[in-house]
């Protein structure tokens, strides 16, 4: 049974109960991310994340550290495009600990003005490692090609400037712009009491007061189809093909999982077995969907050789066309339903999956969707649901293309019309 509380100043707790596993995750999920930035300060919530880590009024770096390492903890954070998250997984026993500690770095991190220029070069060593992972690298490229101009397209680590730019004055300006405790989520699944947990939570995060904040409305994203090539001197071409996807409350997502799964979101998808196992043309190969609050892309990422990439590009655009004309039949329909109902719930038995979920759950609905209800859905996912589906995604004036590698951009077909 889930439980949801709303403390006195805004600040939502979703949790959970697994009576069969010994271990609690805890998430603290802020509805702030990079797209949420001004262009000056580009990359800061990533770097945020990064601070709250290196140092509070009663623990160095170093013990925090410690301190989670020696009751066998896990204590990280991830930033998204939308989101900031920070996380503790540890054993019941030690619940009331991860809570005291993510209070400590929420609340009292001193952002110690030596503490933040080591950090710029821990950020620009991070940017610089994705620079050269060329698989990261185009999904970056792809994203800031697709949506010229918004927030949404940059990426979240922000570039080598504006992190040098980076300042103790910039980051509580941002935390004072942005942060308010109506915009967190705290989520709990696993073993736990919960009147002490309740009791816990509020004792650590209700007196966080609201405050008036001056948080800018998102610009929605509008795509703009668009043909790049980026040469780098690399052995394979690493490529990006896509289009519009959905945002996270669209009606039609749940058809939009089963047409990923069947296109090239899983080993058995049409994507896979043609590229790889029947023709050999690469080693990856997948699609997947991105969603936000107002928008999304559908993607499909392949790496291959120079030689080969016309024909694999080729042979995408192939398979948007067929499932775009013919759709798919009875049989793909329910294997895709079953993969999709299969990995869900196997996910669930996960501590860290069903705190996930009840956090996305309430920022992006208000509301927890029990697996009855997901499953549910699925189910209703009909052959002519997926295919108008595709007949929407797979319109020949939204394709995009980015490409990087070793490659002339002329033998890549830039007229991607299906």
Same mark, same amino acid.
């Given at each position: 049974?889930?439980?949801?509380?709303? %403390?006195?100043?805004?600040?939502?707790?979703?949790?959970?109960?697994?009576?069969?596993?010994?271990?609690?995750?805890?998430?603290?999920?802020?509805?702030?991310g990079s797209r949420d930035e001004e262009a000056h300060e580009h990359g800061i919530?990533?770097?945020?994340?990064?601070?709250?880590?290196?140092?509070?009024?009663?623990?160095?770096?170093?013990?925090?550290?410690?301190?989670?390492?020696?009751?066998?903890?896990?204590?990280?954070?991830?930033?998204?495009?939308?989101?900031?998250?920070?996380?503790?997984?540890?054993?019941? +026993?030690?619940?009331?600990?991860?809570?005291?500690? %993510?209070?400590?770095?929420?609340?009292?991190?001193?952002?110690?003005?030596?503490?933040?220029?080591?950090?710029?070069?821990?950020?620009?060593?991070?940017?610089?490692?994705?620079?050269?992972?060329?698989? +990261?690298?185009?999904?970056?490229?792809?994203?800031?090609?697709?949506?010229?101009?918004?927030?949404?397209?940059?990426?979240?680590?922000?570039?080598?400037?504006?992190?040098?730019?980076?300042?103790?004055?910039?980051?509580?300006?941002?935390?004072?712009?942005?942060?308010?405790?109506?915009?967190?989520?705290?989520?709990?699944?696993?073993?736990?009491?919960?009147?002490?947990?309740?009791?816990?939570?509020?004792?650590?995060?209700?007196?966080?007061?609201?405050?008036?904040?001056?948080?800018?409305?998102?610009?929605?994203?509008?795509?703009?189809?668009?043909?790049?090539?980026?040469?780098?001197?690399?052995?394979?071409?690493?490529?990006?093909?896509?289009? &519009?996807?959905?945002?996270?409350?669209?009606? +039609?997502?749940?058809?939009?999982?089963?047409?990923?799964?069947? %296109?090239?979101?899983?080993?058995?998808?049409?994507?896979?077995?043609?590229?790889?196992?029947?023709?050999?043309?690469?080693?990856?190969?997948?699609?997947?969907?991105?969603?936000?609050?107002?928008?999304?892309?559908?993607?499909?990422?392949?790496?291959?050789?120079?030689?080969?990439?016309?024909?694999?590009?080729? %042979?995408?655009?192939?398979?948007?066309?067929?499932?775009?004309?013919?759709?798919?039949?009875?049989?793909?329909?329910?294997?895709?339903?079953?993969?999709?109902?299969?990995?869900?719930?196997?996910?669930?038995?996960?501590?860290?999956?069903?705190?996930?979920?009840?956090?996305? +759950?309430?920022?992006?609905?208000?509301?927890?969707?029990?697996?009855?209800?997901?499953?549910?859905?699925?189910?209703?996912?009909?052959?002519? &649901?997926?295919?108008?589906?595709?007949?929407?995604?797979?319109?020949?004036?939204?394709?995009?293309?980015?490409?990087?590698?070793?490659?002339?951009?002329?033998?890549?077909?830039?007229?991607?019309?299906?």
């Amino acid at each position: 049974m889930v439980r949801k509380v709303v %403390l006195d100043n805004g600040m939502r707790i979703v949790a959970e109960k697994m009576a069969s596993v010994k271990s609690v995750s805890i998430g603290l999920w802020v509805n702030i991310g990079s797209r949420d930035e001004e262009a000056h300060e580009h990359g800061i919530s990533h770097f945020l994340e990064h601070m709250f880590f290196k140092g509070t009024e009663k623990r160095s770096a170093k013990e925090i550290a410690r301190e989670i390492d020696a009751i066998g903890g896990e204590l990280n954070a991830f930033t998204s495009r939308e989101t900031t998250t920070f996380y503790a997984k540890v054993l019941d +026993d030690h619940l009331s600990k991860a809570v005291e500690i %993510l209070s400590d770095n929420f609340h009292y991190s001193t952002f110690d003005p030596r503490e933040i220029e080591k950090e710029k070069q821990v950020v620009i060593e991070e940017i610089k490692m994705v620079e050269d992972d060329p698989e +990261d690298l185009v999904h970056d490229l792809y994203t800031k090609d697709i949506w010229k101009g918004n927030p949404l397209g940059r990426p979240i680590l922000g570039t080598i400037e504006t992190i040098s730019d980076m300042t103790r004055k910039k980051i509580l300006r941002f935390l004072k712009r942005t942060y308010d405790p109506k915009e967190i989520v705290i989520s709990v699944a696993g073993h736990f009491d919960l009147p002490p947990l309740m009791k816990a939570l509020e004792k650590a995060f209700g007196k966080y007061s609201a405050k008036e904040i001056d948080l800018h409305p998102r610009l929605a994203p509008q795509m703009t189809p668009n043909f790049q090539v980026k040469k780098r001197n690399l052995e394979q071409v690493h490529l990006c093909i896509g289009t &519009q996807g959905l945002p996270h409350r669209h009606p +039609d997502r749940y058809a939009l999982y089963v047409l990923n799964t069947i %296109l090239g979101g899983s080993v058995s998808s049409r994507l896979f077995q043609e590229v790889r196992e029947r023709r050999g043309l690469a080693y990856s190969i997948y699609s997947y969907p991105s969603s936000y609050q107002d928008g999304g892309l559908f993607t499909v990422y392949a790496g291959t050789s120079a030689k080969n990439a016309p024909k694999v590009i080729g %042979l995408v655009l192939k398979e948007f066309k067929r499932i775009k004309d013919k759709g798919v039949d009875a049989v793909e329909l329910d294997k895709a339903k079953n993969h999709i109902k299969g990995s869900l719930m196997l996910s669930m038995e996960s501590t860290s999956s069903r705190m996930s979920k009840l956090a996305k +759950d309430e920022l992006y609905f208000g509301r927890y969707f029990t697996l009855e209800e997901v499953v549910r859905e699925i189910n209703r996912v009909s052959l002519d &649901q997926v295919q108008q589906l595709a007949k929407g995604l797979f319109d020949s004036k939204h394709l995009s293309l980015t490409a990087l590698g070793k490659i002339d951009p002329s033998l890549l077909p830039q007229d991607l019309s299906l």
